[in-house]
């Protein structure tokens, strides 16, 4: 079989700068960030997963980036976050445009002024990494497109877009479709592939995500650790496995709308992710006494009302409340009834699923 990295780097010596058809312009996407249901955790090679994920993109959690470029014989990569530069996130953001050079090597050639901005604050609890990534892989899609006239067919330009989103960090890859996107390799998902995420084609489910901040602090440790540490984990044969059954389980139950399974695989995977965690070598959590006050509440509330509600969590405490949309108006209810109170500061972010990047900025006519 053709590997995707192979067919895009022959692509991209293809793509020399003697060819652009232009010379400068302006492109900008809005992003989501998604929640997974089916969690990736563990990666091998180059940023490919060890097992294959569910997720749904969010509405209303995005990050909105623009990027001006321009050839030039001095290129420069220049970053600003919300209009104010940022070296931190800058260096992240030029390690990545090296990496990607490779599958893009007109990059080389060109100066990037990239402004960026997120639509929830920092540490909620929602993953920033993939919308940025997402949004940035986006515009240099929209680069390439601008510069050679490729990638005009939408399925072929999402489809690159999720390969570069991947590479700056795995779960962006996921970010590029309309409701529910599955990443990694299954043998009874069609088309699936450990490069890129393709959309699931079934759009009957809607669902919402209330996000509730139980801290808002910064992560003793991050993704990566995390993911690093899969790779000695004494039960990682057993959660590849489990993390198969699972993906085959939740497409099947959302292509069914099957609530009754999509609540038993969705929390068994939330908690064997800070499973996992805990069970590293060397182990940690974090999880607080108000992530679980709030579990606890999501099990009686689900047991006494016959809602399908169920919670799921990112590496963090904030837990994500998974419930369809048309039980929101009882579910608002008892959250701001039971919940808020084991919230910081009573705070929560409203989200649902959304309907994928939308482009905000281009060259030429609007
Ligand atoms: O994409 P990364 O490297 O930030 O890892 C994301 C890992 C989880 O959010 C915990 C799970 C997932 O599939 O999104």
Redesign the pocket.
């Known amino acids: 079989m053709i590997r995707l990295s192979d067919l895009y780097r022959e692509h991209g010596r293809r793509l020399t700068p003697g060819d652009m058809d232009l010379q400068a312009g302006i492109t900008g996407w809005r992003s989501p960030s998604?929640i997974?249901l089916v969690?990736?955790?563990g990666k091998v090679g180059e940023q490919m997963p060890i097992n294959p994920?569910v997720?749904f993109s969010l509405s209303e959690s995005y990050t909105e980036t623009t990027v001006e470029f321009g050839v030039t014989d001095d290129p420069r990569i220049v970053f600003s976050f919300g209009g104010s530069l940022s070296e931190s996130f800058g260096s992240r953001v030029e390690a990545y445009i090296g990496r990607v050079s490779e599958y893009l090597p007109f990059l080389g050639a060109l100066s990037l002024r990239i402004d960026s901005s997120n639509s929830f604050p920092h540490s909620a609890g929602i993953?920033s990494?993939?919308s940025a990534m997402s949004a940035l892989a986006m515009c240099l899609c929209s680069i390439e497109r601008n510069l050679f006239g490729t990638l005009q067919d939408d399925t072929a330009f999402k489809r690159k877009a999720s390969f570069l989103a991947r590479l700056g960090?795995?779960?962006?890859s996921r970010s590029l479709f309309p409701g529910f996107a599955v990443w990694g390799h299954h043998p009874g998902v069609p088309g699936s592939s450990d490069e890129v995420a393709q959309p699931l084609p079934f759009r009957g489910l809607r669902l919402r995500d209330t996000i509730l901040i139980t801290d808002s602090g910064e992560k003793p440790v991050s993704?990566?650790a995390g993911?690093r540490l899969m790779e000695r984990h004494p039960y990682r044969e057993a959660r590849i496995a489990q993390a198969f059954d699972h993906t085959l389980k939740l497409t099947g139950a959302i292509r069914d709308r099957d609530m009754h399974t999509l609540v038993r695989v969705v929390e068994q995977e939330a908690l064997t992710?800070h499973g996992l965690m805990m069970s590293s070598d060397p182990g940690y959590g974090l999880l607080n006494d108000r992530t679980w006050a709030i579990i606890r509440e999501v099990r009686r509330f689900r047991e006494q009302s016959g809602i399908p509600v169920c919670f799921t969590l990112?590496?963090g405490p904030n837990v994500h409340l998974v419930y369809p949309d048309d039980h929101q108006a009882e579910t608002a209810e008892w959250i701001d009834e039971r919940l808020l109170q084991h919230c910081e500061e009573g705070r929560r972010i409203d989200d649902g699923m959304g309907r994928g990047p939308e482009e905000i900025r281009k060259t030429g006519p609007q």
Do not use: E, P, T
């Open positions: 998604n997974a969690k990736y955790w994920s997720s993953a990494s993939a960090s795995g779960s962006a993704s990566s993911h992710l990112d590496a």
